[in-house]
């Protein structure tokens, strides 16, 4: 089972994704046509001044922290994306031993005309360890 078989249909969050969004822009639409008043927001500790409408400063405020919580969570997960991204490497990495290894092993096999096995062992400690079938 990969990890696509326990998601939801891809429709599906489409479709509550704009259930979600479309009343929230009709909110965010409506806030702002009500509040156009002029905001002055100092930005301290600069001697800087800004005058804003108040929708803008309520709505950035929220799409500013709506960036921050993005981030968080994308740094808090970069850990196991990378984990995930090392051992799809060693498990292509030893795909490609375990590959070579059965060809070195029947390469071996067809030099003995009755397909018997080399007395060194090798094949017997290789199956020891898991490596073979």
Do not use: C
């Not at 939801?8 to 489409?14: A, E």
Request: aromatic share 10%; no cysteine.
């Amino acid at each position: 089972m990969t990890d696509q078989d326990n998601r939801p249909d891809n429709g599906l969050v489409r479709i509550i994704f704009w259930i979600l969004t479309v009343p929230f822009l009709a909110a965010a639409g409506a806030f702002a046509a009500a509040n156009h008043q002029p905001l002055t927001l100092k930005l301290w500790p600069f001697p800087f001044e800004a005058e804003v409408p108040v929708y803008a400063a309520v709505l950035g405020a929220f799409f500013l922290g709506l960036l921050a919580s993005a981030l968080w969570f994308w740094t808090a997960g970069l850990r196991d994306r990378l984990a995930r991204r090392r051992q799809a490497r060693r498990e292509q990495a030893l795909a490609l031993e375990t590959a070579r290894l059965r060809r070195e092993l029947a390469a071996s096999r067809q030099g003995r005309p009755d397909g018997a096995q080399p007395d060194d062992g090798k094949a017997h400690r290789l199956i020891a360890a898991g490596g073979g079938e």
